[in-house]
DNA sequence: CTCTTTTAAATCGTGCGCAAGGTAATCGTC
DNA sequence: GACGATTACCTTGCGCACGATTTAAAAGAG
């Protein structure tokens, strides 16, 4: 008489008995993928206030993030970088260029590229941001060994998932 | 001549020298949240293909996940367990019962609340899933150990972080 | 040089995610 | 039982995410 899967102590078994073998638990708090999304979107409401004062969302730091590393960056670079469609970026770059964070601009020698520059504004914001890693890392309360195999282990499986999608693309 | 924060081993130094103490890294690559928001997309996306096949969305199919585990299940309830807000929920639930896997039906001794019940087509949907979590696993890629201490950290990280936003909220 | 292919970016449509504001039912207090 | 407060849910608006389609520039083939 089989129970659950190994290393998911759950109910299961009382609800829907009998779970052939290779097939694991579908309760919602055993799945990684839930524990992913839900954490994912609690770190955002925790930058949502403080992103608030500087009149940004986190995508929007995602890609002030990158620019403040490297600027006069093409936008194929930050699609690299974030992860992220032009479908996305675009008019995420647009409004941040309405605020006037930034500017976009056409590459001469190559007018298919769109190349992306802070302005002095975007470049000042740099200051106000620095207390915000140490902030958001003390509210989640890891300690460094505990944040270093996660934060390891969560690109090593964006790695792993990614090469399985484009793969199949 | 301080160097950048213990346990981000990055080229920040160079570029922006003499970080004081107190503030970590803004390298994108060094953020956790960034890690979380890659890792989190890129498992969504790895879904997708799957359950197209059902006919679902990511969201859709979390939804599911709950109502399988219990049904005839208060909005309020889908809610806690998917930590989502009434915003979000009910869209979501009234494209499902447009698909016609659930029905929601305002309840008789407290018509402020709203259940949620599985439709057969719902119900049957769910032998169709029963692969799914572990195609998933597998693409993940992790051993049984980094799977469930990584799912437990995320699940202390999101409820350290929920505990500090609603204490300001 | 012409024609095809590839590349970088933009556009459009759909579905979240969430804040803000609104409504109706119920509860608590008198 | 009147009435202000609370509760459960709904609606609206905005900003992502992402697939699909389109456009224009550049690269490559003959």
Redesign the interface.
């Known amino acids: 008489m089989d129970t659950e899967a ?2 998911t102590p759950s109910a299961e078994a009382d ?2 008995p009998a ?2 073998d ?7 708090d ?18 949502r ?1 403080i992103l608030d004062e500087l009149g940004l969302t ?1 995508p929007q730091y ?1 890609v002030l ?2 620019l ?2 490297r600027d006069q960056v093409p936008v194929k670079e930050l699609r690299r ?3 992220l469609d032009y479908g996305t970026l675009t008019p995420l770059l647009k409004r941040l260029e309405a605020a006037g964070l930034l500017r976009r601009e056409r590459q001469a020698d190559d007018e298919r590229t769109v190349r992306v520059g802070l302005t002095e504004q975007g470049i000042a914001l ?1 200051r106000r ?6 902030a ?2 003390d ?4 300690d ?1 060994e ?6 390891a ?6 790695r ?3 090469a ?2 484009e793969a ?1 693309g």
């Open positions: 190994a290393g609800t829907h779970v052939p290779g097939e694991l638990s579908l309760l919602l055993d799945q990684m993928c839930f524990a992913l999304y839900a954490a994912s979107r609690a770190v955002t409401s925790l930058y206030p986190y995602l993030l990158a403040w590393e970088a974030l992860q740099r941001a620095r207390a915000i890693p140490a958001i890392g509210a989640m309360g890891l460094d505990e944040f270093e195999r996660t934060r282990t969560l690109r090593r499986l964006t792993n998932v990614t399985r999608t199949r």
